[in-house]
């Protein structure tokens, strides 16, 4: 019962704050409370969305799309406009009751049939449904509906008149001045109102909702006056209604919502000003034949042309949509700026070295020996000794050279696609031209996706066309047939599958980078000519430890609180997560063999699982002391809400403030402790506001530590299964 009570108030709230591109509850809240300033309007919406609510939830629709208002704020729109706009009767509770039923049902068929071209619903069942109401109350045909003197209904007509709420009338001796009035109605004409104060709280609301979304408001406000200035478009000045439902609600929603907010997000919101305009002008014109407001058309129309215009591109370039929505523009883009950081498991197939040990790039991409123009990107290893010899004295025999006869491995998982094994080893300093890539294995590892490796030694292939081999299994051994002087292994990456197709460039997964003296791990580069390589050596009591397959359960322990109960799932995308039972938190991680990393954390932000979220953000499986394991957090994890709020502001335009992860794996008595730190960064300056420790033993988590800001978390892990 009380599950279901919080689901239903959590689907009110979310129904008012996605007026606002928002889940935000204080939003949430206030557009509520403001609603009720006009009592009928505030009662009628709310009375909308409770049916809109109950009918699809009694259809079975999708729960969390419920709870997130998708289907209900449509429904609220029409409620508070049909309270703004008609008398109170027997006929007003038969009519709305009806129309509520057709906007939830539009709302539902729109919803999928624009869902399927990846664009959004906006307001577009209220506009239609509203306008049939309006053209039906308007017919021959007595419906029994009687319509208010409405200030609101006047203003979209441009027929202008004072506001006839009384509770926002007596608010409305404020003063101030032309501008921050007009600005303040605005935005609460998207209420279907005409006053300062509620716009002033709506304000309050949209400032704790998003800084980046309230400033870009603001923004489009002044350009929206200054361009109505420039060509006199309204010489009596601009409409509020249509400067707060469509004008800058357009911009808003362009700038800062479906477009990763930035300096070319914004500039493309300040063209959706005058293309408003047209279509506010033109529109009005059309449907003003037929005695039809515009409505919040001009804004969808605005919208869904722009989504389309920046969907139908090729390159998508700098300026970018947004592909996973949190409703939060400084969510949206700190999350996009963390994932292009240090989400390159999503952008590539893992592939990793090709061999054991420590080998060197005789010859990296573009090299001045054979690796020219199409068949540049490619790679040349060599194994050197101390003083940077490839042999051991004397040098005479191919059994003099390190690499030669050396295990050749899959760099990653695939299917066999060409071999060759019979071309004879050169002798020292002679090359087989006519076969010119010798002994050679190519590997699909995808459509487009193929890696080769080549100048093996004789009859050392053991594996053939069709085989199916998992990353590390071996190929064959390193020799020196074909187009090479001396034993050497040649590597490259390429779209197609046949022996001397050209090389494209791609980087390798994890690997060690021996030269380094202080931070030796690459991820997902090239390495260049010249550097000295291994593979990471990977610890299999970490590896076994974070092995959190769907099925996974654990219980948490701390003093001082409930225990939580952790399963591990995987969604529709394949995307694999830690859910917590008792707060319902969410944290989605990557395993890649190589690496544990979290991706993203959604819930409570006092849940055991978040404070296990900052300690295990990355973990590299490997307790070489020469690894130290680095990242970055989104920024929206900063609890300096001063700074971060400043932050906000200038996020489109540039960041000074960096949250920085480290950690080092140590052996111990005990098994083995990761210690980890997160630490500020501004301008240069770093400060560390956490430390955290996770304790390991015989392949699984024992428990973590985390104190951070004042709050020390000690808890136990206990596994439910193992594999």
């Known amino acids: 019962m009380r599950k279901s009570l919080i689901y239903t108030v959590q689907a009110v709230i979310n129904s008012y704050a996605i007026l606002f591109f928002s889940q935000n509850k204080v939003l949430g809240v206030l557009l509520l409370v403001v609603s009720f300033f006009n009592p009928l309007a505030g009662a009628t919406g709310l009375g909308c969305v409770l049916l809109s609510m109950g009918i699809v939830s009694v259809m079975g629709y999708d729960k969390e799309s419920i709870r997130m208002g998708f289907y209900s704020f449509n429904a609220l729109l029409l409620g508070i406009g049909f309270g703004t ?53 308007n017919s021959i045909y007595h419906m029994g509906l009687e319509q208010r003197n409405s200030a609101v209904l006047n203003e979209i007509n441009n027929i202008g008149e004072g506001s006839v709420y009384i509770l926002p009338g007596i608010l409305n001796f404020i003063k101030l001045p032309h501008y921050f009035t007009l600005f303040f109605r605005a935005l609460s004409a998207v209420l279907f109102q005409n006053s300062v104060i509620t716009g002033i709280i709506i304000s309050i609301g949209l400032l704790i909702h998003s800084r980046i979304n309230f400033s870009l408001l603001v923004l489009a406000f002044i350009a929206a006056c200054l361009f109505n200035k420039f060509t006199g478009t309204y ?12 004008l800058i609600m357009a911009a808003g929603a362009i700038g800062s919502f479906f477009l990763i907010p930035s300096v070319r997000s914004y500039l493309w919101a300040l063209v959706s000003i005058p293309v408003s305009f047209l279509l506010i002008n033109g529109l009005s014109r059309v449907f003003g034949i037929y005695d039809l407001p515009i409505l919040s058309l001009p804004f969808c129309v605005v919208t869904i042309l722009f989504l389309c215009f920046f969907r139908l591109r090729i390159n998508a370039g700098k300026l970018q949509l947004t592909i996973l929505q949190h409703y939060s523009p400084e969510r949206n883009l700190y999350q996009y700026l963390n994932g292009k950081e240090r989400l390159a498991d999503l952008n590539y197939f893992n592939l990793n070295l090709p061999f054991m040990g420590v080998w060197t790039v005789s010859q990296g991409y573009d090299g001045s020996i054979t690796h020219k123009a199409d068949w540049g990107k490619a790679l040349d ?14 040098g005479t025999r191919l059994e003099h050279f390190y690499s030669y006869n050396k295990p050749v491995l899959a760099c990653g998982d695939g299917t066999i696609e060409e071999v060759v094994n019979h ?45 199916f081999v998992k990353q590390g299994d071996m190929l064959g051994m390193c020799g020196n047939s074909g187009r090479s002087p001396e034993p050497h292994l040649h590597f490259q990456v390429q779209v197609t599958p046949y022996i001397g197709s050209k090389t494209i460039a791609y980087p390798f997964a994890y690997y060690v980078d ?66 917590s039972k008792t707060t319902g938190a969410t944290a989605y991680f990557i395993n890649n063999g190589t690496a544990f990393y979290f991706t993203s954390f959604y819930g409570d932000q006092n849940s055991l699982l978040y404070f296990f979220y900052l300690a295990a953000y990355k973990v590299i499986f490997t307790t070489d002391a020469a690894i130290s394991v680095t990242d970055t957090y989104p920024l929206q994890l900063l609890t300096d809400k001063a700074a971060l709020w400043l932050q906000d502001l200038l996020a489109p335009f540039g960041q000074f403030i960096k949250l920085s992860y480290t950690n080092l794996s140590v052996i111990n008595t005990h098994g083995i402790t990761i210690t980890a730190a997160q630490r500020k960064h501004v301008f240069g300056k770093h400060k560390q506001i956490m430390e955290a420790v996770i304790e390991l033993d015989r392949g699984n988590i024992n428990a973590f530590t985390v104190n951070i800001n004042n709050t020390k978390v000690e808890a136990q892990w206990i596994t439910e299964n193992t594999y």
């Open 85 to 137: 706009f008609y008398l109170f009767s027997t006929a007003f509770l038969v009519w709305i009751f009806v129309a509520c039923v057709m906007v939830t049902m539009l709302s539902v068929t729109l919803a999928y049939a624009l869902g399927k071209q990846g664009l959004p619903l906006l307001s577009l069942p209220f506009v239609i449904t509203f306008w049939l109401l309006l053209l039906a109350v």
């Open 235 to 246: 010489a009596d000045g601009i409409s509020y209604y249509h400067l707060g439902s469509n």
């Open 423 to 467: 071309v004879a080893d050169n002798e020292l300093g002679q090359v087989n031209t006519i076969e010119n890539w010798g002994n050679t294995v190519v590997i699909k590892h995808l459509n487009g996706l193929y890696s080769k490796v080549s100048h093996l030694k004789k009859n050392s292939v053991k594996v053939k066309a069709g085989d």
């Open 381 to 394: 290893f060599v194994i050197e000794d101390e003083e940077h010899q490839t042999y051991k004295y004397p």
């Open 514 to 579: 021996q030269k380094d003296p202080q931070d030796k791990l690459r991820s997902f580069k090239i390495p260049t000519e010249g550097t000295e390589l291994s593979a990471v050596e990977i610890n299999t009591t970490i590896k076994q430890a974070f092995k959190l397959q769907p099925g996974y359960m654990a219980t948490v322990i701390t003093p001082n609180r409930d225990a939580e109960y952790f399963e591990v799932f995987t969604d529709a995308f394949n995307q694999t997560y830690i859910y």
